[in-house]
């Protein structure tokens, strides 16, 4: 069955789905939208790390975007905003990151997969690392959840019932860089984001409690990956971008239905 | 029974010395008010007291097993986020439905169980912030500034449900308010804060203190009078207020 190229790139889409639904609800409620960006930034300079010191490229971008999560935790009310922070560690990363590809000498890299992704070469090998990421991060957020969104309401409150919100945080960044790290094959490090918070986003009309809005946006995530796939393989169009069409006319969709649900009452 | 010492406490952010030296005891079933400017340190003060913040010397002792309930200053939950009343209230709590219900009630709203938490208003909203403070049935409450946002008549009658509290569950409560006029009436105890303990003492004392009148002059005769005002149209028991204006 896993030597279907399609059946492979299905599941691996379908893996980052779940991992990335919980941890989009997250980010959506914390608007912290700009750290997913900025942590997938910065993994374009794991990717060429990796191809220097010749690791898998899992583990140089994993790498790479731990460091950057930490970094912007450590920083963040130190002077500048949050936002600028992560606008000024983005871009640098990126950059830095593709000046680092082309000085690399002797290695041809297509770069485009990495900014795009190539969800139709993933190998059995990379779903399982896909999948296990994805597991190990599902795990986490299911194992803290009542602290997590606990510390996202107030970070008093969490104080009080006797969580630290600053671990709680960190588990978070942790996840975000799992997850950037593994899916930077499936969509690629300029759409990862989309597929963080557009699924959470979407199913944010539909959901009346914090626990089925995520299971709404895994079920969304998982969605867009099937059908984006096949619209691809349909249509001939890259498969990355396709599933984020699919999860935003989605997300356009629902929201249009939840405007008018809210002005009919 | 003493629920909380704070000894010889010093909070500093940096080399930002927000308090000094703060000696506080609190004792069950007393109201105790915090006042003070802004940037008093008052609440560095409650922060050290939940543990948010670590004090830079002295230390606050709590009684041994001391259920606190805290009430945030400023909870905004943002509209992305569904949550119902019942699913925040039990949040970190292992209570039952039953239970939230009996928090809702005595808190003044008992209605509220299923609603969702972005549908509320201002004082819906601080009355069930109240309720998840108090259905672990705490020994002490802690309020900063719980009525802000609201408009007087709303925060007056968030303080009457507050001393109905103590009356019904006889428990402990501290809370900051720069509401001086309201506060001056439900008080037994008013500590007034500017990085130290300036002041403090019954509600009467503390107001004709020569370190309080530095502080707040004569703008808080206005609020008092006007708060007096007020009462003489509303309620009947503003003894302690008129005693506190004169």
Same mark, same amino acid.
């Given at each position: ?37 900025? @942590?997938? /930034? ?48 983005? /871009? ?57 969104? @606990? ?21 978070? @960044? ?88 809210? /002005?009919?009452? | ?6 000894? !010889? ?18 004792? $069950? ?18 922060? $050290?007291?939940?543990? $948010? ?45 039953? !239970? ?30 109240? $309720? ?31 001393? &109905? ?22 008080? &037994?105890?008013?500590?007034?804060? !500017? ?52």
């Amino acid at each position: 069955m896993l030597d279907d190229f399609m059946t492979r790139a299905t599941l691996a889409g379908i893996g980052v789905a779940f991992a990335a639904a919980p941890l989009g609800c997250f980010v959506v409620w914390r608007r912290m939208a700009y750290f997913g960006d900025a @942590t997938a /930034h910065a993994a374009i300079l794991g990717v060429a790390l990796s191809l220097t010191f010749q690791m898998s490229v899992f583990t140089g971008a994993l790498a790479v975007a731990l460091l950057m999560a930490m970094t912007v935790t450590l920083l963040s009310g130190r002077g500048y905003a949050m936002d600028t922070l992560l606008g000024v560690m983005a /871009h640098s990363a990126l950059a830095f990151g593709l000046v680092a590809v082309s000085l690399l000498s002797g290695i041809r890299i297509d770069l485009m997969a990495y900014l795009f992704g190539d969800i139709l070469a993933v190998s059995r090998s990379d779903l399982l690392v896909i999948w296990g990421g994805a597991a190990l991060v599902v795990a986490l957020i299911i194992w803290r959840w009542s602290q997590l969104l @606990t510390a996202t309401l107030n970070e008093e409150l969490a104080y009080a019932s006797g969580y630290d919100p600053k671990r709680e945080q960190l588990i978070l @960044t942790l996840s975000l860089a799992v997850t950037v790290a593994v899916a930077i094959k499936v969509v690629g490090v300029l759409l990862i984001a989309a597929l963080l918070i557009i699924p959470a986003a979407a199913a944010r009309s539909l959901a009346r409690s914090p626990e089925s809005m995520a299971l709404i946006a895994a079920a969304i995530g998982a969605f867009s990956a099937v059908a984006g796939l096949r619209a691809a393989y349909v249509f001939d169009t890259p498969a990355g971008p396709s599933i984020v069409c699919v999860a935003a006319i989605l997300f356009a969709c629902f929201s249009l239905v939840g405007w008018q649900t809210k /002005h009919k009452l | 029974m003493t629920l909380i010492t704070v000894e !010889n406490l010093s909070v500093s952010y940096g080399a930002n010395t927000v308090l000094r030296h703060v000696d506080m005891v609190i004792e $069950a079933g007393e109201i105790v008010t915090i006042v003070g400017p802004n940037g008093s340190g008052k609440t560095s003060l409650l922060r $050290a007291i939940i543990g $948010a913040t670590k004090p830079s010397a002295g230390q606050v002792t709590l009684k041994p097993g001391l259920k606190i309930g805290y009430v945030p200053q400023k909870l905004h939950i943002d509209p992305t986020l569904p949550i119902s009343v019942e699913r925040f209230m039990r949040l970190t709590n292992r209570v039952s439905r039953k !239970n939230c219900v009996e928090a809702l009630k005595t808190a003044g709203v008992p209605d509220l169980l299923t609603r969702q938490m972005s549908q509320l208003s201002g004082g819906q909203f601080q009355r069930v912030l109240l $309720a998840r403070a108090l259905i672990n049935r705490p020994d002490i409450l802690l309020l900063d500034e719980a009525t802000q946002g609201l408009d007087q008549p709303g925060s007056a009658a968030f303080y009457h449900q507050i001393e &109905d509290v103590r009356r019904k569950t006889g428990c402990a409560i501290l809370m900051i308010s720069h509401e001086l006029h309201v506060v001056m009436s439900a008080s &037994d105890r008013v500590i007034c804060l !500017n990085g130290h303990v300036c002041c403090e003492g019954s509600p009467a004392v503390v107001a004709s203190a020569p370190e309080y009148r530095a502080l707040f002059g004569t703008g808080t005769g206005g609020a008092l009078a006007l708060y007096r005002h007020e009462h003489d149209h509303e309620h009947d028991h503003s003894k302690d207020s008129r005693e506190a204006a004169e």
